[in-house]
């Protein structure tokens, strides 16, 4: 059974710096791998959405990377700023003999940004 | 366009009362998912759908029923609720073509 480990489970930093959020998983025949963020009472936004095929990902300040051989993927925040607040969730795709289906999530990182 | 939302947004239930959540997506998505979140557990899927008229279980679909007779409405069905089915209820679409989810705001639902 697929297992997905954040860590660490929770982060603080200053404004301004750069950080890593970190996510393995056991299985490393993933279809594909994304991240999320989810902010308090509300629902999931989608970061990034990295394919098995590719090593990397990036939107704006944010760059995600996937290391399938080693099971680890890595988020990476640049100019880390209060609006970065959030938890942070990874997930994989399950891949059943129909298609690409459901996502196995971590259990996130809850991140603040101190200003 | 509104995306994926949820009905009702909050709930309160007495062991063995029944109750189904609704969600509704207007972006013509093919795929439609149910999660659970807990406390350190992380979020769970319950149900999927690949399609209207089709659903599969997923990882703990234990007490819980689905429905998917229009493309655009995914139900979630208690039948008969249990302490243990408190949580936040998630709902996510997707197209056949892309493997990004969209997720509603989610319920919360408390069985007592």
């Known amino acids: 059974k697929q297992e997905v480990t954040q860590i660490p489970a929770a982060l603080s930093v200053p404004e301004g710096e750069n950080l890593v959020l970190n996510c393995s998983f056991t299985d490393s025949a993933i279809y594909n791998l994304q991240w999320f963020r989810q902010d308090p009472g509300k629902g999931l936004t989608s970061l990034l959405l990295?394919?098995?095929?590719?090593r990397e990902q990036t939107s704006g300040r944010l760059n995600a990377s996937l290391d399938k051989s080693s099971g680890r993927s890595t988020l990476y925040i640049a100019a880390s700023q209060p609006g970065d607040s959030a938890t942070y969730l990874c997930?994989?795709?399950?891949?059943?003999?129909?298609?690409?289906?459901?996502?196995?999530f971590g259990k996130g990182t809850h991140l603040i940004i101190q200003p | 366009n509104a995306g994926v939302t949820q009905t009702p947004k909050f709930r309160v239930l007495k062991t063995g009362q029944s109750m189904t959540l609704l969600c509704a997506q207007d972006?013509?998505?093919?795929?439609m998912y149910w999660y659970r979140q807990d406390p350190g557990m992380g979020l769970r899927l319950i149900h999927y759908?690949?399609?209207?008229?089709?659903?599969a279980k997923g990882e703990v679909p234990d007490g819980y029923n689905v429905s998917r007779l229009k493309k655009q409405n995914f139900l979630l069905g208690l039948e008969s609720a249990a302490p243990s089915q408190t949580s936040v209820y998630f709902c996510?679409?997707?197209?056949?073509?892309?493997?990004?989810?969209?997720f509603g705001p989610g319920t919360r639902l408390t069985v007592l």
């Open positions: 972006m013509n998505h093919e795929y």
């Open positions: 997930a994989l795709v399950l891949y059943s003999g129909g298609g690409a289906d459901g996502l196995t």
């Open positions: 996510a679409s997707r197209r056949t073509t892309t493997d990004t989810q969209y």
């Open positions: 990295i394919q098995s095929s590719q």
């Open positions: 759908s690949v399609g209207e008229g089709t659903t």
